[in-house]
């Protein structure tokens, strides 16, 4: 429910200035890397991965001008977590998404052009034991991006991004009552991401 309260209110912020811009719609799927956390518990360092898989995602953008443009995106995955060479952690299922406000600068005008794309939101963490609680965390991402053209109003468009979610160095996540799965020990986590989407232009 917080996540989709955070999406209504960002909408109804950019929903005046898409109201008057050509809109693109631009539903994607890719596959989504990295996460792994450095954790630390009673001083003893460990680690915990996060398996890599396939990601889905819509991106909503609106001109600005020919060079620029504002975004909406959000994107979602399924993945586990899991300690390795250990039995503390056994693979849990965990989903994790992603919904940034942002927008697009064109930086190349070849025949692909060329946009540097990044924006900032919340990162949200759901894990499937629902003895563990959900997180939300301010995040950013920074990406690049191409389009090709197929018709007048339809794109192909693919784009890769890293996404970096901001935690203090003592965070603790996925708590139960008296205790936590992770204990976090570094300040900035990160994903990157690879997509592709057809854009659909009015």
């Known amino acids: 429910m917080r996540v989709l309260l955070i999406i209504a209110c960002a909408l109804s912020f950019t929903a005046p200035a ?3 811009q050509s809109l693109e719609i631009t539903p994607m799927m890719g596959y989504r890397f990295g996460g792994d956390f450095d954790a630390s518990q009673d001083k003893i360092h460990h680690q915990i991965s996060l398996t890599d898989d396939t990601s889905y995602g819509l991106l909503t953008a609106w001109s600005f001008d020919r060079e620029r443009q504002g975004e909406f995106l959000i994107s979602h995955y399924d993945t586990n977590f899991f300690e390795p060479n250990s039995s503390s952690i056994s693979a849990t299922g965990l989903g994790i998404s992603y919904a940034h406000i942002g927008g697009n600068i064109r930086v190349s005008d070849s025949f692909l052009p060329v946009f540097v794309t ?5 990162s949200y963490f759901a ?3 629902k003895t563990l609680n959900d997180e939300t965390r301010f995040s950013m991402n920074v990406g690049l991006a191409t389009r ?3 018709s007048e109003h339809i794109s192909l468009r693919i784009d890769s991004r890293i996404y970096s979610t901001f935690f203090n160095s ?3 996540i996925f708590c139960e009552i ?3 799965a992770i204990y976090i020990s570094n300040d900035m986590w990160f994903q ?3 997509n592709a ?3 659909f232009s009015f």
């Open 18 to 20: 898409i109201a008057k």
């Open 118 to 122: 990044g924006g900032f939101g919340l």
């Open 127 to 129: 894990p499937e034991d």
């Open 148 to 150: 090709f053209d197929l």
């Open 170 to 172: 003592d965070s603790r």
């Open 178 to 180: 008296d205790s936590c």
């Open 192 to 194: 990157s991401e690879v």
């Open 197 to 199: 989407g057809i854009t």
